[in-house]
Structure formats: structure tokens, C-alpha cells
T-cell receptor, first 113, second 113 residues
Framework: SQTIHQWPATLVQPVGSPLSLECTVE??????LYWYRQAAGRGLQLLFY??????ISSEVPQNLSASRPQDRQFILSSKKLLLSDSGFYLC????????????FGPGTRLLVL | AQSVTQPDIHITVSEGASLELRCNYS??????LFWYVQSPGQGLQLLLK??????LVQGIKGFEAEFKRSQSSFNLRKPSVHWSDAAEYFC???????????FGSGTQLTVLP
């Protein structure tokens, strides 16, 4: 069966520090992968999605970036965190082909101080 | 503009009472429709989805949803709510040609003993 992992589960970082969040999917190949952010009291905002290795589409311009170095690995990064980057980051995947349904990971809680 | 609307930010029901959470969508053609549930600090869990066919969809945890084309709605229902159903519920839509889900702003459900 397929599973999705995210780590770390919780992260507290100072403003200006770098960030690296990791998402991996097991039990499937060539998934579509997604990064969402959920700020306090708000809905989900799509940040990036990827249809394959090295293929990244950005939905919102910001100081975050994403990379997909391997088929089932998706990384969210920042060189310098802002206070406004605090939130709950969720990774999701869909199987391909015909991947209409997104399945979500457990999330990473990021607090920038 | 294409959008998903959840008119109720917060709903409170007593345990054992029935529940209906509203969702309306605004798209030119009927999108794929989803309901997710999120417990505090957790990722999103898929409750049910509608692609086509029978307009009454059964999901997990005793939930069901009814698609009504004439009202552009996809309301979530449960006949008898349990205390463990307290969570935030998100409706989402995926147009046939798109890869990205559009989420509603969520409805927070409180269950009274």
C-alpha cells in the first residue's frame, strides 16, 4: 500500500535561517506531488506541484522553493525564513495516470520566531 | 471566477444529532468534488469524492454527500454525529482539465456531549 511521510513533524526556526522540509511517498511510482501551506485560521494554499523529477511549478511567488531530486521525494526549501512563513505545511500526492484524488501527509508545523 | 464556498465557518451540534455541512462551487462545468476532514495538528483525510454517476456518495466514518447540479452544491451529511467527528471539514473541487485542487475555507465542527 502507498504511504506518505513528512519530516520533521515540528520545527522552530529563527527569522533568517534556512529551511528544508522533506516529503517522501512509498509504494508508488511517478506520482504527482504537491506542497500546500495552511496558515492559522486560513484555508489551504497551493505552493508548488511537480509531475516528475526536476519538474516544478510554482503557484505563489515567495521566498520558498521546491525541488524533486528523486521520483518519490519532494523538498520544500528557503534560504531565509520570514515570520510570515509560519504555518502548517502539507505534502500531497496523486497516482498517475488518472490521478484526480490527492492524498495528504501528516504535515509539518513550522514556527518562525 | 472558479471557487469553492463553505458558508459556515463554525457549526456546533450535540452528539447524536444529524449534521449537514454546506459546499457550493462555481465552475463552468461540473468539477470533481471532494470532502476532507482534518483533526487538530493532523493532515487531511479523504472522506469521499464525486466524479460522476450516482449523486449520493457514501464515504468513510458514516458520512455521505449529495451532488445537486441545479444548486451547484455538494453538501456533506451524517445522520448521527459522534464526539470523535469534531474536526475541520474541507470541501474541494478539481476541474477536469486542471491538476490543482481548489479548497473551500473550511467548516469547524464542534460536538457537544
Amino acid at each position: 500500500s502507498q504511504t506518505i511521510h513528512q519530516w520533521p513533524a515540528t520545527l522552530v526556526q529563527p527569522v533568517g535561517s534556512p529551511l528544508s522540509l522533506e516529503c517522501t511517498v512509498e509504494g508508488t511510482s511517478n506520482p504527482n506531488l504537491y506542497w500546500y501551506r495552511q496558515a492559522a485560521g486560513r484555508g489551504l494554499q497551493l505552493l508548488f506541484y511537480s509531475v516528475g523529477i526536476g519538474q516544478i511549478s510554482s503557484e505563489v511567488p515567495q521566498n520558498l522553493s521546491a525541488s524533486r531530486p528523486q521520483d518519490r521525494q519532494f523538498i520544500l526549501s528557503s534560504k531565509k525564513l520570514l515570520l510570515s512563513d509560519s504555518g502548517f505545511y502539507l505534502c500531497a500526492w496523486t497516482p498517475e495516470p488518472g490521478g484526480e484524488t490527492q492524498y495528504f501527509g501528516p504535515g509539518t508545523r513550522l514556527l518562525v520566531l | 471566477a472558479q471557487s469553492v464556498t463553505q458558508p459556515d465557518i463554525h457549526i456546533t451540534v450535540s452528539e447524536g444529532a444529524s449534521l449537514e455541512l454546506r459546499c457550493n462551487y462555481s465552475y463552468g462545468a461540473t468539477p470533481y468534488l471532494f470532502w476532507y476532514v482534518q483533526s487538530p495538528g493532523q493532515g487531511l483525510q479523504l472522506l469521499l469524492k464525486y466524479f460522476s454517476g450516482d449523486t449520493l456518495v457514501q464515504g468513510i466514518k458514516g458520512f455521505e454527500a449529495e451532488f445537486k447540479r441545479s444548486q451547484s452544491s455538494f453538501n456533506l451529511r451524517k445522520p448521527s454525529v459522534h464526539w470523535s467527528d469534531a474536526a475541520e471539514y474541507f470541501c474541494a473541487a478539481l476541474p477536469g482539465s486542471a491538476r490543482q485542487l481548489t479548497f473551500g475555507s473550511g467548516t469547524q465542527l464542534t460536538v457537544l456531549p
